[in-house]
């Protein structure tokens, strides 16, 4: 079945340390996207991809990076320089011309820093 | 720039009967499309229905419809004979576009609306 999975599903990191992050879609979608959701609140865009080997900051992209050298993959680094980054995190992909296709999202990933 | 506001952080309704979920937008885009996605408790995003600006016909998809004011901007959910399932999270998102309508691509996202119905 085609979809989108992160992984892993619940992540601790220790202050100081980077975290990569997973996002694998096998739904031949051009664009993909991280967002970052806090505790009863929206989405905020942290980074989006159109196309291979081309991203661009998104909303909260500080402390944040990715690469995007394959079509299927879209990998989220948490760095140290990212203040807060206890948070609930979700890839999702969509073509990125057709203003008609709603983004289909991964699983999400629970980060917590400890 | 975009913007979506869901002014109602929580909502109650009786099982069966039909609640209005509110969602006002502003943009300058010349075309763009309104999504509403669900988030139950394990944290996924379940699309719901959708609406072009350009839509003349208010959308519907079984239960769910949105009611599409442009003039308002606004774009409410109605969710009619509520199940103890709806409850859940609920937002409104928008994808902005081109005087073509082309696709901008990246979704912006209201603060969300926690709907939780009583049996």
């Known amino acids: 079945d085609g979809g989108i999975t992160q992984s892993p599903k619940y992540l601790f990191r220790k202050e100081g340390q980077n975290v990569t992050l997973s996002c694998e879609q096998n739904?031949?979608?051009?664009?993909m996207y991280w967002y970052r959701q806090d505790p009863g609140q929206g989405l905020r865009l942290i980074y989006y991809s159109q196309i291979v080997n081309d991203f661009q900051k998104g909303d909260i992209a500080e402390g944040y990076s990715v690469s995007r050298e394959k079509k299927e993959s879209f990998p989220l680094t948490v760095t140290s320089a990212q203040k807060n980054p206890t948070a609930f995190y979700l890839c999702?992909?969509?073509?990125?011309?057709?203003?008609?296709?709603?983004?289909?999202f991964g699983q999400g990933t629970r980060l917590t820093v400890v | 720039a975009q913007k979506i506001t869901q002014t109602q952080p929580g909502m109650f309704v009786q099982e069966k009967e039909a609640v209005t979920l509110d969602c006002t937008y502003d943009?300058?885009?010349?075309?763009?499309?309104l999504f509403w996605y669900k988030q139950p408790s394990s944290g996924e995003m379940i699309f719901l229905i959708y609406q072009g600006s350009y839509d003349e016909q208010n959308a519907t998809e079984g239960r769910y419809s949105l009611n599409f004011q442009k003039a308002r901007k606004s774009a409410n959910l109605v969710i009619s004979a509520s199940q103890l399932g709806d409850s859940a999270m609920y937002f409104c998102a928008m994808r902005g576009g081109d005087a073509g309508g082309t696709s901008y691509g990246k979704l912006t996202f209201g603060q969300g609306t926690i709907l939780t119905v009583h049996p």
């Open positions: 943009t300058s885009d010349q075309s763009y499309g």
């Open positions: 739904l031949n979608h051009d664009a």
């Open positions: 999702a992909s969509s073509i990125p011309q057709a203003g008609n296709t709603e983004a289909f």
